[in-house]
């Protein structure tokens, strides 16, 4: 049984419910620990369709200040995260970022490719020829490779979330060896930086219906002996831990029995 899920979302960002009540739904599901990995502010080039950057940066400090106070709590270990834009144009930015609390741990992801929030809309999808998706998929990975190169996070996030509004098309794409050899890289970066690859199951409740990521990627993953973190990158309290046992069977059939827990510096392992 996993009992792990370190990623998740507050009313801070664009989720519904409080750390609270987060918090609350970890216990109800038997969790031992819990990271709170709140978005972190964008700068204000990168917008989604509904934005809430004003919300998020006049909550902050509430969040860390819920944060810890439930680390207080002791029923369920909980850690101090943050989830991290990446940009390639503006790392200072990111760095800031990474580096404005004492965090317990970090979970890197892309969802923008230049300033286009590639996961906020089919309709931006529905527009692209299939060679010019294919130079999305190329893109996000070569872009998700210097994210993981800085070393500045512990997670990478949903790996193939580039997938999200065109799954079909992306196996097509990652099918060719050159895809694969481009995803091996970051994989290997990975490793190289002792991160962990998240398993999610975020992309089952997205339109490619799908875990994060895909068996092509988990097979390389088990290949090269990653680390691994579950995660539900719950947006309300019916979504933390969601379909954890479908993760667990899935992270069984390539191998994986234990995956990390990243906690200010120390690194340990929970079997499940
Ligand atoms: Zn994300
Ligand atoms: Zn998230």
Known sequence: MITCDLHSHTCHSHARDTAVQMYEAALAKGLAV????EHSPRPERFTYTREYRDRLNAGLPDYVREVKALQADGRCRVLFGMEIDWFESDQDFVRRAATQFDFDYLIGSVHFLGEWGF??????WDRLSAARKDECYQAYFTTWRKMIETGWFNIAAHPDLIKIFSVDDFHRWLAREA???LVKEGLLALKAKGMGMEISSAGIRKPCREIYPCAAIMRMAADLGLDITFASDAHATEDVAHAFPRLATYARAFGFADSVVF????TSRMAF
Not at 34 to 37: D, I, L, N, R, V
Not at 263 to 266: D, I, L, M, N, V
């Open 34 to 37: 819990f990271g709170f990995s």
């Open 119 to 124: 996961d906020d809309r089919q309709e931006d």
């Open 179 to 181: 895809s694969l050899r």
């Open 263 to 266: 906690a200010h510096g120390a």
